[in-house]
Antibody, heavy 121, light 110 residues
Framework: EVQLVESGGGLVQPGGSLRLSCAASGFTFSDHYMDWVRQAPGKGLEWVGRTRNKANSYTTEYAASVKGRFTISRDDSKNSLYLQMNSLKTEDTAVYYC????????????WGQGTLVTVSS | QSVLTQPPSASGTPGQRVTISCSGSSSNIGNNYVYWYQQLPGTAPKLLIYRNNQRPSGVPDRFSGSKSGTSASLAISGLRSEDEADYYCAAWDDSLSGWVFGGGTKLTVL
């Protein structure tokens, strides 16, 4: 069974940093692209970014709203995905979901339960 | 403002058929597959339709998807109370080099 478990969310002041983790199990993590998607309270879904797999050189892409502030990384030996968030703004307040991309088509097919990040003074 | 446009709400009575539209452009829906996600209250999104009209295993055939040009739609037939949820369309955007989502449609079963 595919499982994605996010952790690391919490309250942080504007301008601060936070690192989210996503522990994956139930599939061969190293084969898959992985994404982060967020959802502000009461709002819709917003794609944050993606990391490709080793076969595709672990390349990353980011939404314009987070580029230069957020960094996605992965550790295939630990079946883990990370999101380093720096220079946080109040508008970054959201539930952050870790998603697995399907091998055929690279679209998000499984989602974690999410972790809440609140940016407030 | 979301890149993909969905109606904010939709409703129907049990047993009815409802459709939810999703409008985009040539850089997303027009040139790529469309995906639909269902988000039940208080839970994470779940993949409902992939590659325009394919259902993952376990998704009832009451759910169907279609695409034409730069628009797509999700149809739910035989509406049930447990279908009450938010529905999101998504597509890869070649210009933005990222996933774009619709703003979501809240489905109410009357």
């Amino acid at each position: 069974e595919v499982q994605l478990v996010e952790s690391g969310g919490g309250l942080v002041q504007p301008g601060g940093s936070l690192r989210l983790s996503c522990a994956a199990s139930g599939f061969t993590f190293s084969d898959h692209y992985m994404d982060w998607v967020r959802q502000a309270p009461g709002k819709g879904l917003e794609w944050v970014g993606r990391t490709r797999n080793k076969a595709n050189s672990y390349t990353t892409e980011y939404a314009a709203s987070v580029k230069g502030r957020f960094t996605i990384s992965r550790d295939d030996s630990k079946n883990s995905l990370y999101l380093q968030m720096n220079s946080l703004k109040t508008e970054d307040t959201a539930v952050y979901y870790c998603t697995r991309d399907a091998r055929s088509g690279s679209y998000p097919d499984y989602w974690g339960q999410g972790t809440l990040v609140t940016v407030s003074s | 403002q979301s890149v993909l446009t969905q109606p904010p709400s939709a409703s129907g009575t049990p047993g009815q058929r409802v459709t939810i539209s999703c409008s985009g452009s040539s850089s997303n829906i027009g040139n790529n597959y469309v995906y639909w996600y269902q988000q039940l209250p208080g839970t994470a999104p779940k993949l409902l339709i992939y590659r325009n009209n394919q259902r993952p295993s376990g998704v009832p055939d009451r759910f169907s998807g279609s695409k034409s040009g730069t628009s797509a739609s999700l149809a739910i037939s035989g509406l049930r109370s447990e279908d009450e949820a938010d529905y999101y369309c998504a597509a890869w955007d070649d210009s933005l080099s990222g996933w774009v989502f619709g703003g979501g449609t809240k489905l109410t079963v009357l």
